[in-house]
Structures are given as structure tokens and as C-alpha cells.
């Protein structure tokens, strides 16, 4: 099996990603260019910076990851919120892993990183109704 980046240029075009990227970069500079990706700053919050890619993982799904970071604190949980629908879109699902320390690897004191599957979710359905309201 192969696996690997993914051209960001072709994923955008793959995943129907261009008004998502538009929207990002109204808010963000790009500091980076990779093939498979860009890392952002914010425009007007210079200490918050993005980077997203897009890759063929090792169980044969294309994922979009995106890594964000505050320069000395962690991102709070509305933050985290609000760029997964400016990066990832409000309808998507994002997933934050929790890996086992000795897996575990993160370049940045003060990052959460969040994927997205993108052609198919592969977890059950959580959520339910609790009390007469959807709860996860």
C-alpha cells in the first residue's frame, strides 16, 4: 500500500476545498508553501499560526490535518472551534487524537492538532439523545 502527501493543489480541486481556502486566506497570511500544504499566521493575531496538508495515511484514507498553535499558551476550546469551520468548514467532521505518550509526537509546546477524513468518516455515531436533547 502506498501512502503519502498529497499535492495541496490537487486536494483542493479533489475535495471541493476552494472556498475554504479563499475564506482562510481573508483571515491569514501564508508564511509557508509545501506541496502538500501551507502554514498560516493570523492577520491580526500574529501569535496564532496554521498549518493544514493533506495526505494518504497508512489505512488508505485521504485525511486533511490541521495543526494550530498559540505562541504561549494552548488554544482555548472556542478557538479550536472556530478555525476547524474556517479550515475544515462547519459541517465536516474534525478529529482531535489523544495518541499514547510514547507515540506521541507534537514539534510545539502549544499545538492541537485536528483531522479531517476526507472521503469518509471512519467512526461510529457518538452522539444521542440525553434527556430529550442530542448530547455527545
Known sequence: MTYGPIPLKEAIYRFKQK???ENIEKEFNIFQTCADG???VHKKASDLSVIVSFGEEKDGQIWKHVS???RKRMPTYAEIEEYK???CGSNTYAIIVFP???VWVSIHPYCVHLWEPME???LPEFSGFVGGQ???
Open 100 to 102: 499514547p505518550k510514547e
Open 134 to 136: 442530542r448530547s455527545i
Open 19 to 21: 472556498d475554504i481556502f
Open 68 to 70: 494550530m498553535a498559540r
Open 38 to 40: 501551507n502554514g498560516y
Open 120 to 122: 469518509k468518516y471512519p
Open 85 to 87: 469551520n474556517l479550515f
